[in-house]
């Protein structure tokens, strides 16, 4: 495999710093999805944690990081997770946490930034909006500026999922994985491609949010002037160059799917499976919908990556029709 930035050695050592509350998440056969979906899917369940999202595993390694420099002080922008797991992962560290939302963001998770004791400052516009407000802050009060896919401790430490697929006994075929920014998917992705080659790596992004998936596509960077998905957190415009090149080397595909797929797909998790999750966690599910044939006997990993979603909004997704298949 050609080099990415991320380091097998050093995804190693970050289980080391992160807190094992995050670590060694369930992962397990859902029988009951192989009728409808016509495939074995193993849900890797990134909700059963204090912030219900995968995005602890970076923030650990970052916080881990600045404690030991004794940089006290640290701004992201987010729409919602990491922004939360910063917050949990600065408390316990002494860190002072600021993290830059859109005042559009889901409530929930902006009120979890807040219970969890870091100062939040809305912008009036969308993620891209918060990312250029959170670097002026930094350049501002020489706060450290942890950018979401950028920084590497936010990869390497999604990476750690990666560790604990391969250790799976049996073997699967394919992993599924949301595609925001990049970190879950270069994350994962190298640990696959170094350790477990034989498996693909698939990579879902909403079709209202397409623009690391047309950049991977057009192996360049391509931006879009707006994102128009209920999948919030992968609802990015602008790629940052340096996750597309490792995202080139790591990813098998990338696909865009439907927001009436996603909601199915929500839909399905809650309905044989139990969980209640975010839009984003529903894409690897939503990605089978679509593409049946591709899938079918295929043994499926779906990483669930987040569960912090505003509960007037899920009934309104799920609630008021009974599934139907596309």
């Given at each position: 495999?050609?080099?990415?930035?991320?380091?097998?050695?050093?995804?190693?050592?970050?289980?080391?710093?992160?807190?094992?509350?995050?670590?060694?998440?369930?992962?397990?056969?859902?029988?009951?999805?192989?009728?409808?979906?016509?495939?074995?899917?193993?849900?890797?369940?990134?909700?059963?944690?204090?912030?219900?999202?995968?995005?602890?595993?970076?923030?650990?390694?970052?916080?881990?990081?600045?404690?030991?420099?004794?940089?006290?002080?640290?701004?992201?922008?987010?729409?919602?997770?990491?922004?939360?797991?910063?917050?949990?992962?600065?408390?316990?560290?002494?860190?002072?946490?600021?993290?830059?939302?859109?005042?559009?963001?889901?409530?929930?998770?902006?009120?979890?930034?807040?219970?969890?004791?870091?100062?939040?400052?809305?912008?009036?516009?969308?993620?891209?909006?918060?990312?250029?407000?959170?670097?002026?802050?930094?350049?501002?009060?020489?706060?450290?500026?942890?950018?979401?896919?950028?920084?590497?401790?936010?990869?390497?430490?999604?990476?750690?999922?990666?560790?604990?697929?391969?250790?799976?006994?049996?073997?699967?075929?394919?992993?599924?994985?949301?595609?925001?920014?990049?970190?879950?998917?270069?994350?994962?992705?190298?640990?696959?491609?170094?350790?477990?080659?034989?498996?693909?790596?698939?990579?879902?992004?909403?079709?209202?949010?397409?623009?690391?998936?047309?950049?991977?596509?057009?192996?360049?960077?391509?931006?879009?002037?707006?994102?128009?998905?209920?999948?919030?957190?992968?609802?990015?415009?602008?790629?940052?160059?340096?996750?597309?090149?490792?995202?080139?080397?790591?990813a098998d595909d990338a696909v865009l799917v439907q927001e009436a797929s996603?909601?199915?797909?929500?839909?399905?998790?809650?309905?044989?499976?139990?969980?209640?999750?975010?839009?984003?966690?529903?894409?690897?599910?939503?990605?089978?919908?679509?593409?049946?044939?591709?899938?079918?006997?295929?043994?499926?990993v779906t990483i669930v990556c987040g569960s912090n979603v505003d509960m007037?909004?899920?009934?309104?997704?799920?609630?008021?029709?009974?599934?139907?298949?596309?």
């Open positions: 495999m050609q080099e990415t930035r991320l380091d097998t050695a050093r995804i190693q050592a970050a289980r080391r710093v992160i807190d094992p509350v995050f670590l060694d998440t369930p992962l397990y056969h859902c029988e009951a999805l192989q009728p409808d979906l016509g495939c074995a899917v193993s849900i890797k369940l990134e909700t059963a944690n204090p912030v219900r999202s995968f995005k602890a595993r970076g923030t650990e390694v970052a916080a881990s990081l600045l404690a030991d420099r004794g940089s006290p002080t640290v701004v992201c922008a987010s729409a919602g997770n990491l922004g939360q797991a910063l917050a949990w992962s600065g408390r316990g560290r002494g860190l002072d946490v600021t993290v830059v939302a859109s005042r559009f963001a889901t409530v929930a998770k902006l009120d979890r930034i807040r219970a969890l004791g870091a100062r939040l400052e809305l912008v009036d516009g969308d993620h891209e909006m918060a990312r250029e407000r959170a670097a002026a802050i930094a350049r501002y009060d020489g706060s450290r500026l942890l950018e979401d896919s950028l920084d590497l401790e936010t990869c390497e430490g999604a990476a750690t999922i990666g560790l604990e697929l391969v250790d799976t006994v049996p073997s699967f075929d394919a992993v599924l994985i949301a595609l925001g920014g990049g970190a879950l998917a270069t994350g994962v992705g190298h640990v696959m491609k170094a350790l477990a080659p034989e498996v693909e790596v698939i990579c879902v992004q909403p079709l209202g949010a397409p623009a690391m998936t047309h950049s991977w596509r057009g192996r360049r960077v391509v931006t879009t002037d707006s994102a128009d998905t209920i999948a919030d957190g992968v609802a990015g415009r602008r790629p940052i160059p340096a996750v597309l090149d490792d995202l080139l080397l790591v996603i909601i199915a797909g929500m839909r399905m998790l809650l309905d044989h499976a139990g969980l209640v999750v975010e839009p984003s966690a529903a894409l690897g599910i939503a990605a089978i919908l679509e593409d049946r044939d591709r899938f079918a006997g295929r043994h499926v007037n909004a899920y009934h309104r997704w799920v609630g008021a029709t009974p599934l139907r298949k596309p």
